[in-house]
Structures are given as C-alpha cells and as structure tokens.
T-cell receptor, first 115, second 118 residues
Framework: DAKTTQPTSMDCAEGRAANLPCNHS???????VYWYRQIHSQGPQYIIHGLKNNETNEMASLIITEDRKSSTLILPHATLRDTAVYYC????????????????FGEGTQLTVNP | GAVVSQHPSWVICKSGTSVKIECRSLDFQATTMFWYRQFPKQSLMLMAT?????????EQGVEKDKFLINHASLTLSTLTVTSAHPEDSSFYICSARQRGSGGVRAQYFGPGTRLLVL
C-alpha cells in the first residue's frame, strides 16, 4: 500500500476550519484515500474516503489534488471534541489488496482544538 | 453505524496470569476480525487477523502462542494474553469487518481494552 506523510501536530481555534494535509505521492491509480480519527483512549472512527473527486459528508470534506499526490481533510467548524489523532490511509479497492483486507495506520496528525 | 464492543474496558492483572479480552459485533455479522495493539503515544499496530472458523493469521513478530485468538462465531472473537508480563501492558483494540462487504468503510472498531500488568 502507498505510504502517507502527515504533519505530527496541528492546532486550530474553536469554530475555525481545520485543514489537515496528507501527502501520498506514490499512490496508484486505483487506490483510495481514507481518513480515520482516534480520540484519546478510544477506538478509531471512520471519517471519509475518496478516489478522485472531492467528497463531503456530515463530518468533513475531503479535497484530493488533481494529480492525487496529496489530499486535505477539512473540518469546517472545529469543536473541542474534534481534538484527536487523524490518520490518512491509502488502500486499493476491494479485491485488489495485496496485504489482505486490513487497515495499516501511520503516525497520524495530532489535532488540538483550542478554545 | 455498526457497533463493536469490547470487554473488559480495562483490566489489571498480576504478572504470569492470563487475560481474555472479548470483541463482539453487536448488530452485524463479522466474517473477519482484527486485533491491534497500541502503546502510549504510538500508532495502532496490527497483531493478527482472524476469520470465523479458521486459525488466525499473525503479523510478523507477534507470538501466536502468547496471544491466542479464537473466532468461534460471526459475532465474537477473543484474544487471550497468556502469561502476561509488564511489557504486555498496552491498549488492545479489535475491529470487525461486516459480512458481505469488502470496502474499508465496512470495518468498525471497538472502544479498546486497556491492560496493565503489574
């Protein structure tokens, strides 16, 4: 699976948009970008995923560059409860995994939302 | 979304004893369950993958005789840490993949079990 690079930590003011970048320059054409987050002492939580087009759901928006070598997760109005470690994961679609169906987590970005 | 539970949520035990952690998919059937371990300030590390009714597949460096995994039904997997030692103290997280769905989104995580071995 393609490797991802994320900043170690970021800060954001409450109520402002939080923009979390992820570099995945070795991404293959059929690999998806997934975002999970982990609030302290809890299990990871799925946020969003995408392939080429930008995606939006009730939690966040995902912006993928045209060359797909990087993406940005956007939390439009960050709250204190959004403080967590955010993981960007790149994986091939179903049936094309070479490493089984498991998720492999990198180091992620510690997002701290300040009041 | 689908719910995965773990029991217990935390456990303290003496060195040398065995500890069993349960992982249940509450409202869906899971053909595959995953066990992760997370040390403080580190990311999740996959320990093993288990499919219902078959032996678990362990990641490199994970001792299968020390971390016994049983996936006897479509809704329950157990991880037993045998002869636990202080270095086994960690946060153990299970994940269940919904039956009939192959996408990553269909993988749901439990709340984790914190193990402290004295």
């Amino acid at each position: 699976d393609a490797k991802t690079t994320q900043p170690t930590s970021m800060d954001c003011a409450e109520g402002r948009a939080a923009n979390l970048p992820c570099n995945h320059s070795t991404i293959s054409g059929n690999e998806y970008v997934y975002w999970y987050r982990q609030i302290h002492s809890q299990g990871p939580q799925y946020i969003i995923h995408g392939l080429k087009n930008n995606e939006t759901n009730e939690m966040a928006s995902l912006i993928i560059t045209e060359d797909r070598k990087s993406s940005t997760l956007i939390l439009p109005h960050a709250t204190l409860r959004d403080t967590a470690v955010y993981y960007c994961i790149v994986r091939p679609p179903r049936g094309q995994e070479t490493s089984g169906s498991r998720l492999t987590f990198g180091e992620g970005t510690q997002l701290t939302v300040n009041p | 979304g689908a719910v995965v539970s773990q029991h217990p949520s935390w456990v303290i035990c003496k060195s040398g004893t065995s500890v069993k952690i349960e992982c249940r998919s509450l409202d869906f059937q899971a053909t595959t369950m995953f066990w992760y371990r997370q040390f403080p300030k580190q990311s999740l590390m996959l320990m093993a993958t288990s499919n219902e009714g078959s032996k678990a597949t362990y990641e490199q460096g994970v001792e299968k005789d020390k971390f016994l995994i049983n996936h006897a039904s479509l809704t329950l997997s157990t991880l037993t840490v045998t002869s636990a030692h202080p270095e086994d103290s960690s946060f153990y997280i299970c994940s269940a993949r919904q039956r009939g769905s192959g996408g990553v989104r269909a993988q749901y995580f439990g709340p984790g079990t914190r193990l402290l071995v004295l």
